[in-house]
């Protein structure tokens, strides 16, 4: 089934840091989704871009749709331990009601 | 808190022996859907009800069964759970538009439960 390239696939970085994880579509997205799932647990929705060059913030994580609406990209600044976990980028792309999903960016943050 | 709540979050049976996982949700959403999820993979959608439509995917295997009797309660019915059907299984819930809208899709997120993890012996 179609996916989201998403990358890196892991991601090492120390407290502070900041980072960057991207989400790339081959067709325009009429919905794209950050979510963040921790080991053994369900996805917690973290933000949603729809419009292109749309740019949303909460606390330390920025996320950008690119004005083509096929690529995004997912910022945290000084990054911290309670950061750590799967990222995942899920959209609405073509005429699919069904959500297509990136197979995730492993975060950890060494304190 | 509104909430989605899957029971149980962790769940042991036997090969072949059937299983029903439960999800719950407070949130009033008209759209419900089950996924599964294996290690390191996003999730597979498994089928969504749209009010009370039955909505499959084409590639879930009629093992997997699933029943709305409320908008609020969501069940997923495993009739004979193969070593295969390991995995996590999330259950999640959103606010769709009207068909009759002129836009063809949602756009509203969807919002997940912490999860059922299953493990066949």
């Known amino acids: 089934s179609q996916e989201l390239e998403q990358s890196p696939q892991s991601l090492i970085v120390q407290e502070g840091k900041n980072l960057t994880i991207n989400c790339t579509s081959s067709?325009?997205?009429?919905?794209l989704y950050w979510y963040k799932q921790k080991y053994g647990e369900g996805l917690i929705f973290l933000m949603m871009?729809?419009?292109g060059g749309e740019e949303k913030s909460h606390e330390k994580i920025t996320a950008k749709l690119d004005e083509k609406k096929q690529q995004s990209s997912l910022h945290i600044t000084a990054s911290q331990p309670s950061h750590a976990g799967i990222y995942l980028c899920?959209?609405?792309?073509?005429?699919?009601?069904?959500?297509?999903w990136g197979l995730g960016t492993s975060l950890a943050v060494n304190p | 808190d509104a909430m989605v709540i899957q029971n149980p979050r962790y769940q042991v049976t036997q090969f072949g022996k059937p299983v029903t996982l439960s999800c719950s949700q407070t949130?009033?959403?008209?759209?419900m859907y089950w996924y599964q999820q294996k290690s390191s993979q996003a999730p597979k959608l498994l089928f969504h009800?749209?009010?009370?439509?039955?909505?499959n995917e084409a590639d879930t295997p009629d093992n997997f069964q699933s029943r709305r009797p409320n908008t609020s309660f969501c069940f997923l019915d495993i009739r004979s759970p193969g070593l295969g059907d390991a995995a996590m299984y999330l259950c999640?819930?959103?606010?769709?538009?009207?068909?009759?809208?002129?836009?063809?899709?949602?756009?509203?997120?969807?919002?997940f439960g912490d999860g059922t993890r299953l493990s066949i012996l």
């Open positions: 899920g959209g609405y792309a073509g005429n699919n009601r069904k959500l297509i």
């Open positions: 067709k325009t997205l009429y919905g």
């Open positions: 871009l729809q419009k």
């Open positions: 949130l009033n959403h008209n759209v």
């Open positions: 009800y749209y009010d009370k439509d039955f909505n």
């Open positions: 999640a819930t959103s606010r769709d538009i009207p068909r009759r809208a002129s836009r063809f899709y949602s756009n509203q997120p969807q919002h």
